[in-house]
């Protein structure tokens, strides 16, 4: 595969961005290699600068529900565009999107908008602890809210790509006050609350981890966080920006009966174009201001362009999308099992829905610990066999892969028949 177009322009990145890109797990540190520079997405395929196509299994990292280019996304913000691209003061496409995420979320009292998944836990973090008046913040390993300072301890991800313990940058004094557990530990969270329950402002969760690698929860772990947390006068967010309407019309608390107090959006409700939302309790949600003196704000909240890729996504979103995306997401997994299997790769394959992750392990993986002991250099090796082969994998063990409605049968096979090389590429 001729890359030359790619290599060139990463030369010219490194010089302008650190590690040559905007998001560091788009530097391909996980994998080796230098990253393709894409210059067109259709469907589910997307193309580089040197004209190589590749089924895509990133979506963007998740909002790609529809694929690439969708026409009725396309065409809502190009009406949007026409009539202004932000006007700093609320317009009805905020009303229009709202009223849609609370269709399919009726417990959802209030909620605001944002432009990105870490502006939203930033911001519910702020409010938990601002409504509890109490400091501490029960998270767990490998679980990734993205990029804000309280959350940035034990984060999965990127920092999990890059084998960063935590980040520099984050006061010890801030960090402290973040206490972690192994996800899917439930008496361990017990005895913690037991411990420093009145502490606690709040416990942020993924619902299913997809930071970590796909994490599917044990029966009964979110339920008795929630159970927890109540028992104890702390808020129990979930943080919904991987998940939510991806999973389910009503995301991961409408798939596993869960009312948090607190949920935090991003990716798919923007449809591709920068959002993100929390919401939740309308008690709670009336101290942010200016209903009250909990503070967030931002200059393109609300924005119209991301309101309206927002709504025509959510639009599009029916029950009928979320059994085809189970159908086409079983299919591959079962393909991708039984052809790891054929060429003698000990894999386990994680899925939930359209989420979806190849372990290179023989154990199961369920909490951090266990994604961490997994073979990242045949991980390596097989997402660049992929990637030969024409199929864009996330490029590092830790992430998770993601099935659009665009995907096909036959795109499901063919990535099929790419995996039973790229696995023997990947035990030799
Ligand atoms: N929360 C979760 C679960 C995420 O997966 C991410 C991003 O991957 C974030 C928060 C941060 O979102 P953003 O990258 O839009 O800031």
Redesign the pocket.
């Known amino acids: 595969m001729k890359t030359d177009y790619s290599d060139k322009l990463f030369a010219k990145a490194k010089d302008l961005f650190p590690g040559g890109v905007n998001?560091p797990v788009r530097a391909f540190k996980g994998v080796g290699g230098t990253p393709r520079f894409i210059a067109k997405g259709r469907g589910s395929r997307m193309w580089d600068v040197d004209g190589n196509a590749y089924l895509d299994y990133v979506g963007s990292?998740?909002p790609l529900i529809l694929g690439h280019c969708h026409s009725d996304v396309m065409q809502a913000v190009q009406d949007a565009l026409k009539e202004g691209s932000s006007f700093g003061a609320p317009s009805p496409r905020e009303i229009r999107l709202g009223e849609l995420v609370r269709q399919r979320m009726p417990w959802l009292e209030r909620m605001r908008f944002c432009s990105?998944?870490?502006?939203?836990?930033t911001a519910a973090i702020r409010l938990a602890r601002g409504f509890t008046g109490r400091d501490d913040l029960l998270k767990f390993d490998g679980?990734?809210?993205?990029?804000g300072d309280p959350?940035l301890v034990k984060a999965g991800?990127g920092v999990e790509t890059l084998g960063l313990p935590d980040s520099p940058g984050v006061p010890a004094d801030l960090a402290k006050h973040t206490l972690t557990l192994p996800w899917n530990d439930l008496a361990a969270v017990e005895r913690l609350f037991e411990k420093t329950g009145k502490t606690i402002a709040a416990v942020i969760t993924?619902p299913v981890?997809?930071?970590m690698g796909v994490l599917v929860p044990k029966p009964g772990f979110l339920e008795g966080l929630a159970r927890i947390c109540k028992a104890h006068g702390a808020l129990f967010i979930v943080?919904?920006?991987?998940?939510g309407f991806r999973l389910a019309m009503g995301g991961a608390c409408g798939l596993y009966g869960l009312r948090p107090d607190l949920v935090?959006f991003?990716?798919v409700i923007g449809g591709g174009l920068?959002v993100?939302a929390f919401g939740g309790r309308a008690d709670v949600m009336e101290k942010i201001a200016p209903a009250g003196p909990v503070y967030q704000a931002g200059t393109l909240s609300g924005n119209p362009l991301a309101m309206a890729a927002g709504t025509a996504t959510l639009s599009e979103l029916s029950e009928a999308t979320y059994r085809k995306l189970e159908q086409l997401s079983a299919d591959l997994a079962a393909g991708l099992a039984e052809a790891a299997a054929a060429a003698g790769a000990a894999v386990q394959v994680n899925r939930v829905g359209s989420m979806l992750t190849v372990f290179f392990s023989g154990e199961p993986v369920f909490d951090a610990a266990s994604a961490r002991k997994c073979d990242a250099k045949r991980f390596g090796r097989f997402f660049h066999a992929m990637l030969e082969r024409g199929v864009y994998l996330p490029p590092s063990q830790f992430e998770a892969a993601f099935v659009s409605a665009a995907h096909s049968p036959e795109d499901i096979r063919t990535t099929i028949a790419a995996a039973r090389e790229a696995f023997q590429e990947a035990v030799r």
């Open positions: 998001s990292w998740g990105s998944g870490t502006e939203a836990t679980c990734y809210h993205g990029a959350l991800s993924e981890v997809g930071n943080d919904e920006v991987m998940t935090t991003g990716k920068p993100g």
